[in-house]
């Protein structure tokens, strides 16, 4: 915890320009194990210690980031900054309520109790699952990372701190048979105790199945397929398809193809996205954002309508748009931006199975690799690992790998046409603001059908 | 603060005579930022960071372990360096050693016109670099930064090294279409700013006439240079091979290469492929390593052969070869037909959404973002949209590379690549 008297008094240093001033405190230690069939590691992760002080002259952020949370060191920063700004006549930054809260995951471990060695042990652990998971298995990886990020916000009115823990485990199979290998990446994420991301024997078979099956396999012609998916699926239009379109700083750069579209349609009417920093469990998840903003869910798009922009304080000032939690930076060597925390597809009346039962011919996409955004043109590219061939409404047990899709969003999200509700859950990933700038992140939701061009 | 931070450890662990070994590292840190929308700045941002970063290991019988961290100057410097030998002392690593000293040489990486650079002069021009060119600016970042290195290690290693990077992110567009351009040199001058500008704001006035290209399961393909080394999801089109050169995969039993066989039977090109750390300005040349290992140039893919691995000094012990470093800057040789000639009948990709590239299979993926179909007379129509999937083990067997080269920061050869069997999805 950090004194925030002596912190305040820097904000006022910040504030005598007659400026907005503001500061925030970030850091990030934890450990990571990862244990492969020849070698173990275990260590502390890259860790961040520092500060950003921020004055908004009226038209322009300046911010001073330094490698301390000092106060000593903050206040001579801040006289250093002061002395390189003058305050123009231009916007004004309400700075809230006033406020003094702290927040904390809740654990039933807490993370600074974890030693390294039980880190390594629970590595080592799931290694030994994943060595043993079946006959084809010639190597693999297991991999455990613990880690508590921390910030203190203060400006004139608020003074706020949080603590969030966030775990994440994978485990990593590589199979052979006739001279082909193949690699199976399987993770669990979340903000809480470790003992959520542990993988168990029955885990490991199933990934085991999965690798086993990608031997052999082959992409599926390109063309136009009706396509059912996961949460894999769903999560990743959720994110690439539509949430990067609703970061407001895109807009404001006129990157967004959204901006045209608040209040109008963009998907079927079954079709609900809502980014949530609030979700229990969500990887992506915190208590407020880099601005000091309180986190709340924002729905983006209800019943196939945009409703609400992701925003950070900055772009929602100059577009004259209502704040929302969403402002993050990957350190405090960065600016903000307009980001996503959880973001996903929010149930339907539908089940997995009526899904696969609705498809004549088609694929069931699940396990995601890697998507990209594109929000001027909204086009999407997405690399799944598994396809899952479906004629007459069964799965016929051929797998398609790897599976890449490709479209146009509003084509793919208009003709959603069945929303599952049983099957919700949320995957753990890192998110770029196009090809930089990484926070951690999750998305997902449920099974969904559509049509969409494969290859 | 940073120097008695880095002094005291070195101290301490000249103390510990029962470590295997110890490496300290200091870096400072100072970056200026620039980010801009359209014609105005946006926020202006300072960075000074100095740090200093440990690695310690720990040796039992026939087993070591590594670990490391950044000192905290806020706590109790012996804890920390306790903290650390515990967790090295728990890993049951095959034992190896730390690399003998060597005098590195200098690697020219630092240049004083970048610490010099005004990013709002630079701004400035760039905005009537952009309305010159007839297009409009949606946004640009600069980040224009100087790093000192500074590098102790037990075997009584002692370097140092200062390198300067200039990073560029610029986005054009006009109506619907834009285009987004990501650069990245250590040497003012090899940002070539007007040129990338035209070029760009030619495609721009392209891209409202692009159509699909045509789905095809095998069709000529040529990938432009810019998503070889560097890509969105990792190393880029040419990691496959950086991957199963490299040490660790020939370790962990994953790399398919065998010393002194084809990496493919070719009836194309066969590729010349060489690693450079001492690359002059090179964005991924280092004079020595964090361990102390001073690299060397190798040619680890010569007329199609894989000749050598790509190791560092565990990895090197491990396999028993030569040390030489890991990857540094990338020098693929050149063809020797033009590429003009080449584009005859290709779809040529411009830039994708995001390459993926899969380094273990060499399968690889991407939406076209932007390309030109050529025709049999090379002349172009532009086409977006789409994907572009195939195997990179397999194109090999079939490609051609061009005459002309590029320098890109992180790789210099050949502007492109034509693969003759890629599958395009409409």
Request: proline share 5%; with cysteine.
């Amino acid at each position: 915890m950090h004194d925030t008297d002596k912190l305040r008094q820097v904000v006022e240093t910040l504030e005598k320009t007659g400026g907005y001033g503001s500061v925030l405190l970030r850091g990030k230690q934890g450990r990571r194990a990862h244990v492969t069939k020849q070698e173990e590691i275990v260590t502390d992760i890259p860790e961040e210690r520092g500060a950003v002080l921020s004055l908004f002259d009226g038209q322009v952020f300046h911010e001073a980031a330094v490698d301390s949370h000092d106060a000593g060191e903050l206040a001579k920063a801040a006289k250093d900054l002061v002395a390189k700004v003058k305050v123009r006549p231009g916007l004004v930054i309400d700075p809230g309520p006033a406020m003094a809260k702290s927040f904390e995951t809740k654990v039933k471990t807490e993370p600074d109790r974890l030693g390294a060695e039980d880190i390594l042990a629970m590595a080592r652990d799931h290694a030994e699952l994943a060595k043993t998971s079946g006959p084809l298995v010639f190597n693999h990886a297991a991999a455990v990372n613990s880690s508590t990020e921390t910030m203190t916000f203060v400006n004139r009115n608020k003074a706020l701190n949080q603590k969030v823990h966030r775990v994440v485990s994978f485990v990593q199979l590589f199979v052979q048979q006739d001279g082909e290998t193949r690699d199976f990446f399987d993770s669990k994420g979340l903000t809480g105790d470790i003992s959520g991301v542990a993988w168990s024997k029955a885990d490991l078979a199933k990934s085991y199945e999965t690798a086993a099956s990608l031997l052999g396999t082959k992409p599926p012609a390109p063309g136009l397929y009706t396509i059912g998916g996961s949460s894999h699926l769903s999560g990743l239009l959720a994110h690439e398809g539509f949430g990067h379109n609703a970061e407001i700083d895109m807009m404001l750069k006129n990157r967004s193809k959204a901006k045209d579209y608040l209040g109008k349609r963009v998907a079927s009417d079954l079709v609900n996205i809502v980014d949530d920093p609030t979700l229990v469990g969500g990887y992506g998840g915190y208590f407020f954002d880099d601005d000091g903003t309180i986190a709340t869910p924002t729905t983006i798009v209800q019943d196939g309508i945009f409703k609400t922009g992701l925003a950070n304080l900055s772009s929602a000032l100059q577009l004259d748009q209502p704040v929302t939690a969403n402002s993050r930076r990957e350190s405090y060597k960065r600016k903000a931006y307009a980001r996503m925390s959880t973001t996903f597809f929010k149930p339907g009346d539908s089940t997995v199975a009526d899904i696969i039962g609705a498809i004549d011919d088609g694929i069931y996409l699940d396990r995601f690799q890697t998507g990209m955004e594109d929000p001027k043109g909204w086009g999407i590219q997405i690399k799944f690992t598994v396809g899952r061939e479906v004629k007459n409404g069964k799965l016929t047990g051929k797998i398609y790998s790897p599976v890449g899709l490709t479209g146009y969003v509003p084509d793919i999200l208009g003709k959603v046409d069945m929303v599952a509700g049983d099957d919700f859950q949320t995957e753990a990933g890192t998110c770029g603001k196009g090809h930089k700038e990484f926070v951690p992140n999750s998305s997902g939701g449920v099974s969904i059908k559509t049509e969409a061009y494969l290859g | 603060m940073s120097r008695e931070l880095q002094q005291a450890a070195i101290s301490q662990l000249k103390k510990q005579s029962d470590l295997h070994g110890w490496a300290v590292r200091r870096i400072q840190h100072k970056e200026q930022q620039f980010y801009g929308v359209a014609e105005k700045a946006d926020t202006q941002r300072q960075v000074l960071s100095d740090e200093v970063f440990v690695d310690v290991w720990v040796s039992q019988g026939q087993h070591v372990g590594l670990a490391g961290k950044l000192l905290s100057p806020e706590h109790d410097l012996e804890s920390q360096l306790a903290e650390l030998r515990a967790a090295a002392a728990l890993q049951r690593n095959p034992i190896y050693e730390l690399p003998k000293p060597a005098q590195p040489e200098p690697v020219k990486l630092f240049d004083p016109a970048i610490e010099r650079l005004d990013l709002e002069q630079q701004a400035t021009k760039v905005v009537q670099l952009v309305d010159s060119a007839g297009v409009e600016l949606s946004s640009q970042e600069w980040f224009a930064g100087v790093a000192e290195t500074e590098l102790v290690t037990s075997t009584g290693f002692s370097g140092s090294h200062k390198n300067s990077r200039l990073t560029m992110e610029l986005v054009l567009y006009r109506g619907e279409h834009e285009r987004l351009l990501e650069k990245s040199y250590r040497r003012l001058d090899d940002l070539p700013l007007e040129e990338l500008i035209s070029h760009n704001a030619k495609i721009i006035d392209d891209l409202p006439k692009a159509k699909k290209p045509q789905a095809a399961k095998a069709a000529p393909v040529i990938l432009s240079s810019e998503e070889f080394v560097s890509g969105a999801f990792g190393g880029g089109l040419l990691e496959p091979l950086t991957f199963h050169a490299g040490g660790p995969a020939a370790y962990q039993q994953l790399s398919r290469f065998k010393t002194g066989q084809p990496i493919v039977e070719a009836k194309g090109d066969r590729i010349t492929l060489s690693s450079d750390p001492s690359y002059v300005f090179g964005t991924a040349s280092y004079p020595f390593d964090n361990w102390g290992l001073v690299p060397k140039p190798v040619t680890f893919i010569n007329d199609g052969q894989f000749t050598q691995t790509v190791a560092d000094a565990k990895y090197a012990q491990y396999l028993e070869v030569e040390p030489t470093g890991g990857y540094g800057v990338l020098v693929l040789a050149p063809g020797k037909m033009a590429e003009s000639e080449l584009v005859k009948g290709a779809v040529y990709v411009e830039t994708f959404s995001a390459l993926d590239v899969d380094p273990l299979t060499g399968d690889f993926f991407g939406e076209i973002r932007v390309g030109y179909q050529y025709d049999q007379h090379g002349q172009a129509h532009p086409v977006r949209g789409g994907g572009v999937s195939g195997n990179l083990f397999d194109a090999l067997k079939d490609c051609r590379l061009p005459k002309e080269t590029v320098f890109q920061g992180n790789y210099q050869g050949p502007k492109s690549v034509r693969f003759e069997d890629v599958t395009i999805s409409g």
